[in-house]
């Protein structure tokens, strides 16, 4: 896990060093351990290097490799050992034991389509000396970033978009991607971020850069692939197949040369994968297994308890952190600094916490559960694509099933159908929640993004894309990649190895959904191993801030935040804000707070 940089002169004019050195540098926490650069011609590559697998200088990179072909990586490829096997009995010689040097190997066998057989995490931009070309690629799922801006003759690219802000004197706000952000509270959903002119090259996307022409394309080379053979199987041998293959990915992603740990909240995802680990982990150390919970002050939003029982029941060093309401003060400014972007909410913060709390117990590397929810159906808000699917008869019996397991009461879900699943409804409702927004700017908004997850809800597989590839995964894997990077953490996501993801699409969504328990396969695969109170809880947290607490108490700031906003007073009717503020949902005052913090900590101007 490392941090990339690069820089190519359209005009073929050498790099200066200082451009390159001064991007790396930015990126320090990315990459503690080393630093190096290969300049070529008119372009220039930079890394800055966490030590993971193989931590002799071997693994150091820019890496060469048969003098031709030159990489700046960063990632993991969870199963370079079976592909060096692979590329071994083909005659390939290697010199270190990294993944790195198996990327570099894999391209010459396989060209581009290398990315194919790679089951990991990944961002880098290769140099193919016999063809001029550098080939850029980013993983299937997006949870490494690569970010682009083209100015001044020049084609730039980093992990981070701070790299690339260093090269652009005025940083303008991408006003059609806030006004997503504000009202329907979209992120990621597109290659566009929320500085003009900057963009993200989207995940499961090539991007070839010809130097000879000074052109580039970008090329999709991974779809979802499903297997409808596998709707077929029946509980039981659905359920074996899915613990089968998540013990595997777990299995993977515990191969390090330093020391692993999780993340765990006490919710389903994290418990599983903390239990599973633990196991594992143990045959092969006589340490126990760390894990790091974030304990929320506000009882609604404390799920500590539920993770103490796993830990104790799986034998886990369990490390507890509580951030206090001053912390939140004191920090919030540097994690908007840190996210680089607007977010979502405070429990933002409790994961920033958890990544402190590892990095104090020296654990470089944190497994996690994002994806769980989004390919086996765990959010609450997707009952009503499940009750859609049933047959009708099926379909009272089934809504009653799903608020009586669930944290939903019946109104709630009958309100979660009408507002997720027509749009009309769902626009209506947001021109009245943002009333206060002028209509000119309230209409750049993206109706085509509401109406595409609304029609997505009709058919399952379809959502389920939907959410993974631009309305909910996006987002979280962005949070996640900064605040872990932020401690020079590497964060590994079992749930979102490509064959967890085809193969959990692919069964039968009534064992995703049954009898109105979501994630119903996940809880039967667990239910051995983990304490029955987490196994089949009902509600669903994840480390929650005490929003209610925290955001009411700092409401003051947050206005005064909100009041000194340029951007706020140009696309608002301030008075109707200044009268609806303190009425405000938490979540709609924390948009508005956060974008405000954002505008002045990054110097971001409208026009």
């Known amino acids: 896990m490392c941090g990339i940089s690069g820089i190519i002169n359209k005009k073929n004019s050498s790099v200066k060093k200082d451009d390159i050195v001064s ?19 008119n372009f220039a590559f930079g890394h800055r290097r966490l030590s993971v697998i193989d931590l002799s200088e071997n ?7 048969n003098e031709n072909y030159t990489i700046t990586y960063n990632g993991e490829i969870y199963n370079y050992i079976e592909i060096r096997r692979e590329l071994k ?16 190997a894999s391209y010459l066998q396989w060209g581009t389509d290398c990315v194919k057989k790679f089951n990991g995490m990944w961002s880098f931009a290769l140099f193919d000396k ?62 566009s971020t929320f500085f003009e002119n900057i963009y993200k090259l989207e995940q499961s ?29 029946d509980e039981i041998d ?34 599983a994968i903390a239990s599973i680990a633990s196991k594992i ?14 304990k929320s002050t506000e009882i609604l939003t404390d799920e500590s308890h539920f993770a103490k029982k796993v830990a104790e029941k799986a034998d886990i060093d369990w490390n507890l952190t509580e951030p206090t309401y001053e912390e939140f003060c004191s920090k919030i400014d540097k994690i908007i600094k840190v996210q680089e972007e607007p977010f979502g909410g405070p429990s933002i913060f409790m994961q920033y916490e958890v990544f402190n709390k590892a990095a104090e117990n020296n654990c470089t590397v944190i497994l996690d559960g994002q994806g769980g929810d989004e390919i086996l159906l765990g959010y609450e808000r997707y009952y009503p694509s499940y009750l859609l699917s049933l047959p009708k008869q099926k379909v009272l019996k089934n809504f009653i099933f799903s608020s009586k397991n669930s944290g939903l009461s019946k109104r709630e879900l009958l309100y979660y159908w009408i507002y997720f699943m027509s749009p009309s409804v769902r626009t209506a409702f947001l021109r009245h929640r943002f009333r206060f927004i002028k209509k000119n700017f309230f209409d750049m908004f993206s109706k085509h993004a509401i109406i595409g997850s609304s029609e997505s809800y009709y058919n399952i597989l379809d959502l389920q894309k939907t959410e993974i590839n631009s309305l909910q995964l996006p987002h979280l894997l962005r949070y996640e990649d900064r605040n872990s990077m932020a401690f020079s953490i590497e964060t590994r996501l079992p749930f ?10 692919s069964l039968n969504n009534n064992f995703k959904i049954r009898d109105g328990w979501t994630k119903y396969m996940l809880r039967k695969a667990i239910d051995p191993i983990v304490p029955k109170e987490v196994t089949w809880r009902k509600n669903k947290l994840g480390f929650n801030a005490p929003e209610n607490i925290w955001l009411s108490s700092y409401k003051n700031n947050m206005f005064k935040a909100v009041e000194n906003s340029y951007i706020i007073r140009r696309i608002s009717d301030f008075e109707k804000l200044r009268g609806d503020f303190s009425k405000m949902n938490y979540r709609v005052m924390w948009r508005l707070y956060n974008l405000a913090k954002w505008e002045e900590i990054y110097n971001v101007h409208y026009e």
């Open 496 to 505: 979102l190895d490509y064959r967890m993801v085809e193969t959990s699409l």
């Open 238 to 271: 659905s359920t074996r197949l899915f613990s089968d293959l998540l013990t595997d990915s777990i299995q993977l992603r515990l191969r390090s040369d330093v020391k692993v740990g999780t993340c765990l909240s006490g919710g389903l995802d994290s418990s």
């Open 281 to 294: 982990y143990r045959q092969n150390s006589v340490q126990k297994f760390s894990a790091f919970t974030a």
């Open 89 to 104: 009995n083909l005659g390939y010689a290697f010199h270190s034991e990294s993944d790195t040097e198996v990327i570099l």
């Open 130 to 191: 016999t063809k001029k070309l550098i080939f850029c690629s980013r993983d299937r799922f997006g949870v490494k970033p690569f970010y682009y801006t083209e100015i001044d003759d020049r084609f730039i690219f980093g992990s981070e978009i701070k790299q690339l802000l260093f090269f652009h004197n005025s940083k303008k706000a991408n006003l059609p991607i806030l006004m997503d952000y504000l009202i329907p509270d979209f992120e990621e959903h597109t290659n």
């Open 59 to 65: 693994g150091n990179q820019p890496m060469n490799y």
């Open 23 to 41: 991007m790396n540098n930015l990126i320090v926490h990315r990459g503690p351990d080393a630093e190096g650069y290969f300049f070529f011609e």
């Open 205 to 233: 996307h090539n991007l070839i850069y010809d130097l000879s022409e000074n052109t580039y394309k970008i090329i999709p080379y991974y779809e979802i692939q499903i297997d409808n053979n596998l709707s077929e199987l």
